[in-house]
């Protein structure tokens, strides 16, 4: 072999290790937003809970329909915000496992030229 050979061999080496260090620290970090996402997963919970107690509580009370009407607007308004903020994290974190998959697959084509062409 070449010198010309190791050292590009060894330069992409070096970046192929960049980059699996790079890939491991998004892994990380797509872990601690999995972690966020179940802690807003908690939350929307507790809020539908909370809305069904209220909602059971302003069935109980005897008040105007139009009274009903609005507090039940309000509350599915409220409901909307929050499924829309859940929907929009999970989309993000789609994304970022989309894009790990993507990073570690072109790792694992670039590792198998490597080794291919190193026979």
């Given at each position: 072999?070449?010198?010309?050979?190791?050292?590009?061999?060894?330069?992409?080496?070096?970046?192929?290790?960049?980059?699996?260090?790079?890939?491991?620290?998004?892994?990380?970090?797509?872990?601690?937003?999995?972690?966020?996402?179940?802690?807003?997963?908690?939350?929307?919970?507790?809020?539908?809970?909370?809305?069904?107690?209220?909602?059971?509580?302003?069935?109980?009370?005897?008040?105007?329909w139009?009274?009903?009407?609005?507090?039940?607007?309000?509350?599915?308004?409220?409901?909307?915000?929050?499924?829309?903020a859940?929907?929009q994290?999970?989309?993000?974190?789609?994304?970022?496992y989309?894009?790990?998959?993507?990073?570690?697959?072109?790792?694992h084509?670039?590792?198998?030229?490597?080794?291919?062409?190193?026979?």
């Amino acid at each position: 072999m070449l010198d010309t050979d190791v050292v590009t061999i060894e330069q992409r080496l070096r970046c192929l290790n960049a980059e699996l260090d790079a890939g491991q620290e998004m892994l990380s970090r797509l872990v601690a937003e999995e972690e966020n996402v179940r802690q807003t997963m908690q939350r929307i919970v507790k809020a539908i809970q909370a809305l069904e107690e209220e909602l059971a509580g302003a069935q109980a009370e005897p008040s105007s329909w139009s009274a009903q009407a609005k507090r039940l607007a309000q509350v599915t308004g409220r409901f909307n915000q929050q499924y829309l903020a859940l929907q929009q994290e999970m989309l993000n974190e789609n994304r970022i496992y989309s894009m790990l998959s993507n990073i570690m697959k072109n790792l694992h084509d670039t590792v198998r030229n490597v080794i291919s062409n190193l026979r």
